[in-house]
């Protein structure tokens, strides 16, 4: 529309008419912007207004992201796996040293019942106190070096705290049996602390 159609009192001209249909229409900076390249718009723009150098640059940065990416992942699962394998190492380290001490501490067992129902100490019960004493010294050899790793002291207190109460065997033969078998309970209970602190419990291969 001209100026003159635009004042009141002026007439308003076919030709202006024209003019002012024939206008294009107003559009919003936003819209013009993804007008022709769509979501692609500012990749195109950027791309035009860089130079060959940063271009690559560009092109290198969006393949090494999504590879530093999946190297991350991939090495973190790595370093787990590594993680759970020593934590095993650490749990079979430690249980080995309790196979010995739990035969001792059956045998001790078995003739110190023996005793509590003759009355005379078997000559074999000697021999079974020695070996159950020389297991709890390698015990404690272990609980030192890797019991805060696997969280074994209050189990392994219990051992000891059986093994200190252990009646004579003149008390009696279920009072004897009873105290021997809350020892050896203990001694496995210690056996499951440390598996599972180690996840030895999670191994679907532990026989191997």
């Given at each position: 529309?001209?100026?003159?159609?635009?004042?009141?009192?002026?007439?308003?001209?076919?030709?202006?008419?024209?003019?002012?249909?024939?206008?294009?229409?107003?559009?919003?900076?936003?819209?013009?912007?993804?007008?022709?390249?769509?979501?692609?718009?500012?990749?195109?723009?950027?791309?035009?207004?860089?130079?060959?150098?940063?271009k690559a640059l560009v092109i290198s940065?969006?393949?090494?992201?999504?590879?530093?990416?999946?190297?991350?992942?991939?090495?973190?699962?790595?370093?787990?796996?590594?993680?759970?394998?020593?934590?095993?190492?650490?749990?079979?380290?430690?249980?080995?040293?309790?196979?010995?001490?739990?035969?001792?501490?059956?045998?001790?067992?078995?003739?110190?019942?023996?005793?509590?129902?003759?009355?005379?100490?078997?000559?074999?019960?000697?021999?079974?106190?020695?070996?159950?004493?020389?297991?709890?010294?390698?015990?404690?050899?272990?609980?030192?070096?890797?019991?805060?790793?696997?969280?074994?002291?209050?189990?392994?207190?219990?051992?000891?705290?059986?093994?200190?109460?252990?009646?004579?065997?003149?008390?009696?033969?279920?009072?004897?049996?009873?105290?021997?078998?809350?020892?050896?309970?203990?001694?496995?209970?210690?056996?499951?602390?440390?598996?599972?602190?180690?996840?030895?419990?999670?191994?679907?291969?532990?026989?191997?």
């Amino acid at each position: 529309m001209s100026l003159s159609a635009a004042i009141p009192g002026n007439p308003v001209t076919p030709a202006a008419l024209v003019r002012s249909s024939n206008a294009p229409p107003q559009r919003h900076p936003l819209t013009e912007f993804f007008r022709y390249h769509g979501v692609w718009a500012p990749g195109v723009r950027l791309f035009r207004s860089i130079g060959f150098r940063a271009k690559a640059l560009v092109i290198s940065a969006v393949f090494a992201v999504p590879i530093a990416v999946l190297s991350y992942s991939y090495f973190s699962d790595k370093a787990a796996a590594i993680e759970f394998s020593a934590s095993e190492r650490t749990g079979v380290s430690y249980i080995r040293e309790t196979v010995g001490l739990l035969d001792a501490m059956q045998l001790q067992r078995l003739w110190s019942l023996q005793e509590a129902v003759k009355g005379v100490p078997a000559p074999e019960l000697a021999g079974a106190n020695a070996a159950a004493e020389a297991g709890l010294k390698k015990l404690a050899a272990a609980e030192a070096q890797f019991g805060p790793a696997l969280s074994t002291a209050k189990a392994y207190a219990a051992v000891l705290e059986k093994t200190r109460n252990l009646p004579a065997n003149s008390a009696g033969l279920e009072k004897v049996l009873a105290a021997h078998n809350e020892r050896v309970e203990a001694l496995l209970t210690l056996v499951t602390t440390a598996t599972d602190n180690s996840n030895l419990t999670l191994d679907p291969d532990l026989d191997t």
